[in-house]
């Protein structure tokens, strides 16, 4: 008894004398402690996986830009059955070759997803808004080419159809979003360029607002969970070990410490006088 005494009492003066290294030996303790509760939270919960880029990615990621009317898109153009990439001739002329030497398939979903357009001057019902990323825009991919068509219904709601052509490897491999009916297809497209800078007042600009949806996104599976658990309580574990350690060897440094201060002192008592 008298030893956890002497322990907790040296334990108790290093850390009044050292506190960087109580301060450190806290964080540890702190984060420990954080890794236990969160591997006992995600038992009972479902949580998204985040090695997957779902849907919700790819929303969040287009809604981030404006889309902004070009020179050319001062009236409403006919939708054709494939929406045409926004792009110069030269970068057309490079993709055809590319597309020619090695092929990829293409997908063209026609989906109810999540997003709603807003735009200071107002918006245009039953028109289409018709643009062209890359997959690195989108967080998918890297230099793929994405057509883009946000359907503007006359109806007020909080989804909107979107029509997207991309190829099929890229395309997120989560639950689909709920299918448009054909009805809701617009018949005019308006041409826009996607921007996550300012533009020009002149120019008529369209924001995108997007609505996470727990229905789009892909959950862990239970053995996923049980491989995430085990490694937060090994890595929590670990911690653990490291602050006892480092708590025996504080207490123990300071009572040797301690203990030669003393012997010292005793020393110097001993000694005799020179000249008495």
């Not at 055809?96 to 109810?112: D, E, F, G, Q």
């Not at 996104?217 to 049980?226: G, I, Y």
Request: glycine share 2%; proline share 7%; hydrophobic share 35%.
């Amino acid at each position: 008894m008298m030893s956890y005494c002497q322990t907790v009492t040296n334990l108790r003066n290093y850390i009044s004398h050292n506190p960087p290294g109580a301060t450190f030996v806290l964080c540890l303790l702190t984060l420990a402690i954080s890794l236990i509760y969160l591997s006992s939270y995600s038992y009972p919960h479902n949580l998204p996986n985040p090695d997957i880029k779902d849907w919700n990615n790819l929303l969040s990621s287009l809604s981030e830009f404006d889309l902004c009317g070009t020179v050319n898109s001062s009236s409403p153009v006919q939708l054709s059955s494939t929406p045409v990439p926004l792009m110069d001739q030269e970068n057309d002329k490079i993709t055809s070759v590319n597309l020619t030497k090695s092929p990829r398939p293409v997908t063209v979903l026609h989906r109810r997803v999540p997003l709603t357009v807003s735009s200071e001057g107002g918006l245009l019902k039953n028109t289409g808004l018709l643009t062209s990323l890359t997959a690195s825009q989108l967080r998918l991919g890297d230099k793929e080419i994405v057509n883009l068509t946000l359907h503007i219904l006359s109806d007020i709601s909080n989804y909107s159809c979107l029509t997207i052509s991309a190829p099929t490897d890229i395309l997120p491999k989560s639950p689909l979003p709920p299918e448009c009916p054909a009805s809701e297809k617009t018949k005019s497209t308006i041409s826009v360029e996607a921007s996550n800078q300012p533009q020009m007042s002149s120019q008529t600009c369209y924001s995108l607002h997007f609505e996470k949806d727990p229905t789009l996104a892909v959950m862990l599976t239970l053995e996923e969970k049980d491989v995430a658990v085990r490694h937060l309580l090994e890595v929590s574990l670990c911690l653990l070990s490291i602050c006892i350690l480092l708590c025996l060897a504080a207490s123990f440094t300071h009572s040797n410490r301690h203990h030669n201060s003393y012997q010292n002192g005793l020393n110097l008592q001993n000694e005799p006088l020179i000249g008495s």
